[in-house]
């Protein structure tokens, strides 16, 4: 594997790379790996285990563009060395952790890419900025890689969700993936940030998948009013945790609107802070399809 | 010539120009191409006559974006049969002409590229979302042809200043031309939109680049205070014609920042209206070094 901090060194690898015929692939990380990025770039080299057919690219940066002025840059946690073992030892081929001054050389950015709507809820709602720092951050690393195909963790679902948007938008040419949440056993969402928590507070954050595992066995006997479903979600961590809520939404899988009714493939997101740590998770449910529920209501 | 209202159908035709080796090359436009549009044509096509390394791709696109609701979006000159007959003579390979459909397929775009500062000046300060229209669609095409080369051309000064600006903030990997203003011979600066003025209109107008011609004499000459070349220009296009003045205003070439003294490379920027017509110009003076003033002064 190879590591480089510089735009040029990289392009100049990439180049190469493509003139072998290769297929690039980007996986834009922050660092802090776990085996939430690691899956993704063990999914992507699977397909081609002796680096023939795919150039694996994962960048590190921690992008100040996506930070409120309240918020965790200063405190991210950052360890290059364990990084690079773990990213090498999941088949990435060149690791790209360009400094601050390598991406924004300029000092502020003039130029910013902005989603609208879709960034105004959910997280976006409490992270002014977030969404506009992140599409211009993606968007410069898509000009810097030109990736055929660039992976993003459901986790972070209205990231992926603003980043599929700005891809159409601005047709850009990339193959989105969106890889499933990695989970640790008792459930919790595999995070970077998971590393703030006190051991109690550790012991509480499962509460939150297995709050929304409850919201989607609900949706699947038949519950489609999302704001039932959100109030049991509300109460189980209330009750069962510290968890101060932020959010929990039951919205359209696929654009993020609102739902009357849950008679769609919807997502259900929550945000939850645990003394000063933010946890976000998600889960998508496919509706019960009306005419089951129609078979269900005359059985009964 | 070839020529597609299809993206997909370009995206082919590019990708078969890239894979016979040839440096593909962008001129965006939005139609009823003057020699202004053509020369731009005509230098990349002199460099490569026999169409074996360079291949261009002219765009014709009104881009419904970049319109005020009190401009002339519906009224901009048209005429597909003439543009087509002009770009084949003038060497184009491609002629891409995409519907409004094709470009915002969605009807409206979440996604905006925005350049702060530089587009809130000028003429950014009448033409409020003018720009952001500009570097969204400038965008999309570098999206659609990832050119290695663009022209622009020189009379619309600050858009390409904010598109060089928006190529470096978000590292798009192309190389930008500015071409120089294309005039008739009496000096009107080339423009799809001369084609709105009325004959007397049309005799006034070369006041325009006279004045600015003017201006830069003065700074020629030794003057190095911006509003006094600005009073100039202002009173010589008052008293020679009825056009309305926007404005007039003397700035740094590079930046389009204020300059206290013209000691820098400065461009001196106009525009007017006559009647419903509103034209820009400009030009681009290098200062007298100070060196050479304090000659002059002891030569006095």
């Known amino acids: 594997m190879k590591i480089t901090e510089y735009i040029a060194a990289l392009r100049e690898n990439i180049n190469e790379a493509r003139e072998q015929g290769k297929t690039v692939v980007l996986i834009p990380t922050m660092g802090f790996l776990h085996y ?37 840059l ?80 459901q986790k972070d679902y209205q990231q992926f969700i603003v980043i599929q948007q700005m891809v159409k938008d601005l047709n850009i040419p990339v193959k989105l993936i969106a890889y499933p949440t990695v989970r640790e056993s008792d459930g919790l969402a595999m995070s970077s940030r998971n590393s703030y928590l006190s051991p109690e507070q550790r012991k509480q954050a499962p509460v939150l998948y297995r709050s929304l595992l409850d919201g989607a066995s609900m949706i699947a006997s038949g519950e489609n009013r999302p704001e039932v479903v959100r109030e049991r979600i509300i109460q189980r961590i209330s009750t069962e945790s510290e968890g101060k809520i932020e959010y929990v939404e039951v919205r359209k899988a696929n654009d993020l609107s609102l739902v009357q009714r849950v008679n769609c493939t919807v997502v259900i997101a929550l945000a939850v802070h645990f003394g000063s740590t933010r946890l976000i998770d998600n889960i998508i449910v496919e509706a019960q399809k009306d005419v089951e529920k129609h078979d269900e209501i005359k059985d009964s």
């Open 36 to 72: 939430g990025h690691l899956a993704m770039a063990e999914d992507a080299r699977k397909q081609d285990e002796d680096h023939e057919k795919i150039y694996i690219i994962m960048s590190i940066f921690i992008n100040p563009l996506q930070f409120g002025p309240n918020e965790d």
């Open 74 to 153: 200063d405190k991210y946690p950052r360890n290059l060395v364990r990084d690079s073992r773990l990213a090498h030892e999941a088949g990435v081929d060149m690791l790209f952790v360009p400094s601050v001054e390598e991406m924004y050389p300029y000092g502020e950015s003039l130029t910013t890419v902005n989603v609208s709507k879709i960034t105004d809820i959910l997280c976006g709602a409490y992270r002014t900025g977030h969404f506009q720092g992140v599409a211009t951050v993606v968007s410069k690393l898509f000009n810097i890689v030109l990736p055929d195909a660039a992976y993003f963790g």
